[in-house]
T-cell receptor, first 113, second 115 residues
Framework: EAGVTQSPTHLIKTRGQQATLRCSPI?????VYWYQQALGLGLQFLLWYDEGEERNRGNFPPRFSGRQFPNYSSELNVNALELEDSALYLC????????????FGQGTRLTVV | AQSVAQPEDQVNVAEGNPLTVKCTYS??????LFWYVQYPNRGLQFLLK????DNLVKGSYGFEAEFNKSQTSFHLKKPSALVSDSALYFCAVRHNAGNNRKLIWGLGTSLAVNP
């Protein structure tokens, strides 16, 4: 069974540009979660999608946005990149209505220069 | 406010000794509790979970955790640490009421096992 896959593995962008990160959940999982892991700050919850809808949002500015497609894959977009957006972005998937753990992808390392 | 606390930023233990990584939570109701491990430059890997039943939960790689409802704690333990256990450990709680079922995360504890 394929795990959660994220692309690209690494992404280097210039301040002010836009970044698009992609996530494919485990087959059958309908929920996708996005997290930001910046150095020294632990895991910061960004967004939660389930069945194509945004269910919850963390304390991030609107320039962080995303969507979930009919096949449950997801995209995270970060507009007007700032240097402090440099971080590891992790995607996780799970069944929404079942009490099971979330499975994580390997992450996308975004570097803003 | 709902929260998860991992009171120790770093835990150091000698190889072969028992280890404990602490986690306490403040979440109403009967939450689900999880431990994850993160190796350098990798995503998180699930270790174990508590949903209901026996308070002692056994998970991957010889880890176990004890749920203590009165102390609202879910400490991670291993009887004999290995150097390869050195990693970042995260405790998470999933609120299980209403429509808000997102995971609430601790800030992580860095475990260093010394040979």
């Amino acid at each position: 069974e394929a795990g959660v896959t994220q692309s690209p593995t690494h992404l280097i962008k210039t301040r002010g540009q836009q970044a698009t990160l992609r996530c494919s959940p485990i087959s059958g999982h309908t929920s996708v979660y996005w997290y930001q892991q910046a150095l020294g700050l632990g895991l910061q919850f960004l967004l939660w999608y389930d069945e194509g809808e945004e269910r919850n949002r963390g304390n991030f500015p609107p320039r962080f946005s995303g969507r979930q497609f009919p096949n449950y894959s997801s995209e995270l977009n970060v507009n007007a990149l700032e240097l402090e957006d440099s971080a590891l972005y992790l995607c996780a998937s799970s069944f929404y209505r079942m009490a099971v753990e979330a499975f994580f992808g390997q992450g996308t390392r975004l570097t803003v220069v | 406010a709902q929260s998860v606390a991992q009171p120790e930023d770093q835990v150091n233990v000698a190889e072969g000794n028992p280890l404990t990584v602490k986690c306490t939570y403040s979440v109403s109701g009967n939450p689900y509790l999880f431990w994850y491990v993160q190796y350098p430059n990798r995503g998180l890997q699930f270790l174990l979970k508590y949903i209901t039943g026996d308070n002692l939960v056994k998970g991957s790689y010889g880890f176990e955790a004890e749920f203590n409802k009165s102390q609202t704690s879910f400490h991670l333990k291993k009887p004999s640490a290995l150097v390869s256990d050195s990693a970042l450990y995260f405790c998470a709680v999933r609120h299980n009421a209403g429509n808000n079922r997102k995971l609430i995360w601790g800030l992580g504890t860095s475990l260093a096992v010394n040979p």
